[in-house]
């Protein structure tokens, strides 16, 4: 088990460190960044999964539709709650848009799956679990509040806050579809694959259609705003660089974590879905402390402490479920 907490870990600080790469995207345009980034990550995934399991399109196409809808389902709405993470970030950082996404995804991702194994936690657990719910709301309040007045008021940071939302109850959804992709991971597991190649395929009908629905999202936004030759401004092939390179952190963290929860066991997709994004929220706060979001922060500084550490004490109320 303490090899699935080491590679839980890495994944953390992957997970934490990749949206550094969504603070900036010129020549591009928003949704010609977005767009790109989504195509790359659909290669990085699939690329990865049939190197790790050379058989995979086999295995797909012995899998019965029924057994894909709900990951590509979830998939999708992480892909579209995920276009809110960028956007977010670029409104409001990644300190506050991560504390209140993560905040919220920890619930979701925690407890859907509870609900639909029929393992809802009952007396002592109950208590517990009702404690993290109540301590999560007063995080996200007090971690939204700080990034408000730091930004100097409602108005300002309003969208940001919908937007960082919108986000964490996608990415809830993410680790949901990734719990119902046993039956592909199974698949792998028959073949004799390596523990890392099953993360891999159990991730990949989520990923997939999730970043189909931002890629396709994209393709109308530069459509409607006619942004399409901001792929071509000078510039746009190092950025190209830079966002494969993010899209390689960011699945490197998605692939140790399911990794993480074989290593890990039963509670591995409960307990490591709650670690893993309580070391993202410590990462991606030092990440926005060191790139200046909180320089004139003052006493909003110590409130978004407060939020962050009243959050992470919730998910330790969580353990107990």
């Given at each position: 088990?303490?090899?699935?907490?080491?590679?839980?870990?890495?994944?953390?600080?992957?997970?934490?460190?990749?949206?550094?790469?969504?603070?900036?995207?010129?020549?591009?345009?928003?949704?010609?960044?977005?767009?790109?980034?989504?195509?790359?990550?659909?290669?990085?995934?699939?690329?990865?999964?049939?190197?790790?399991?050379?058989?995979?399109?086999?295995?797909?196409?012995?899998?019965?539709?029924?057994?894909?809808?709900l990951p590509l389902f979830c998939g999708a709405l992480w892909g579209l709650s995920a276009i809110g993470f960028s956007k977010g970030i670029d409104k409001?950082?990644?300190?506050?848009?991560?504390?209140?996404?993560?905040?919220?995804?920890?619930?979701?991702?925690?407890?859907?799956?509870?609900?639909?194994?029929?393992?809802?936690?009952?007396?002592?657990?109950?208590?517990?679990?009702?404690?993290?719910?109540?301590?999560?709301?007063?995080?996200?309040?007090?971690?939204?509040?700080?990034?408000?007045?730091?930004?100097?008021?409602?108005?300002?940071?309003?969208?940001?806050?919908?937007?960082?939302?919108?986000?964490?109850?996608?990415?809830?959804?993410?680790?949901?579809?990734?719990?119902?992709?046993?039956?592909?991971?199974?698949?792998?597991?028959?073949?004799?694959?390596?523990?890392?190649?099953?993360?891999?395929?159990?991730?990949?009908?989520?990923?997939?259609?999730?970043?189909?629905?931002?890629?396709?999202?994209?393709?109308?936004?530069?459509?409607?705003?006619?942004?399409?030759?901001?792929?071509?401004?000078?510039?746009?092939?190092?950025?190209?660089?830079?966002?494969?390179?993010?899209?390689?952190?960011?699945?490197?963290?998605?692939?140790?974590?399911?990794?993480?929860?074989?290593?890990?066991?039963?509670?591995?997709?409960?307990?490591?879905?709650?670690?893993?994004?309580?070391?993202?929220?410590?990462?991606?706060?030092?990440?926005?402390?060191?790139?200046?979001?909180?320089?004139?922060?003052?006493?909003?500084?110590?409130?978004?402490?407060?939020?962050?550490?009243?959050?992470?004490?919730?998910?330790?109320?969580?353990?107990?479920?």
């Amino acid at each position: 088990m303490l090899a699935g907490f080491v590679v839980l870990l890495i994944a953390g600080l992957c997970q934490g460190s990749f949206g550094l790469g969504y603070k900036k995207y010129p020549p591009f345009s928003w949704a010609a960044f977005w767009g790109v980034y989504c195509l790359l990550c659909i290669v990085v995934a699939t690329g990865v999964t049939w190197i790790l399991a050379p058989s995979l399109w086999s295995v797909i196409g012995a899998q019965q539709a029924s057994y894909w809808g709900l990951p590509l389902f979830c998939g999708a709405l992480w892909g579209l709650s995920a276009i809110g993470f960028s956007k977010g970030i670029d409104k409001i950082g990644m300190s506050m848009v991560y504390g209140i996404s993560m905040g919220i995804s920890t619930v979701v991702g925690s407890v859907l799956p509870m609900i639909m194994n029929g393992s809802f936690p009952r007396g002592k657990s109950l208590a517990a679990f009702a404690a993290e719910l109540i301590l999560t709301v007063v995080g996200v309040v007090l971690v939204t509040v700080a990034g408000v007045r730091r930004d100097g008021g409602a108005g300002k940071a309003k969208l940001g806050v919908v937007l960082a939302i919108f986000s964490g109850l996608g990415s809830g959804a993410m680790n949901l579809g990734f719990s119902y992709s046993q039956r592909v991971s199974d698949a792998f597991s028959a073949l004799g694959y390596s523990q890392t190649a099953v993360s891999a395929g159990k991730w990949l009908p989520v990923l997939v259609g999730g970043l189909l629905a931002g890629a396709i999202w994209c393709a109308g936004e530069l459509s409607v705003r006619k942004e399409w030759k901001t792929l071509t401004d000078p510039g746009s092939g190092k950025r190209v660089v830079v966002l494969f390179g993010v899209s390689l952190i960011w699945y490197a963290a998605l692939l140790l974590y399911g990794l993480s929860v074989t290593l890990l066991g039963s509670i591995g997709e409960t307990v490591g879905w709650i670690l893993f994004n309580a070391l993202a929220l410590v990462i991606s706060v030092g990440w926005g402390l060191w790139s200046g979001e909180w320089k004139d922060g003052g006493e909003n500084k110590k409130l978004l402490f407060a939020g962050c550490g009243v959050l992470i004490l919730s998910w330790f109320f969580t353990v107990m479920v």
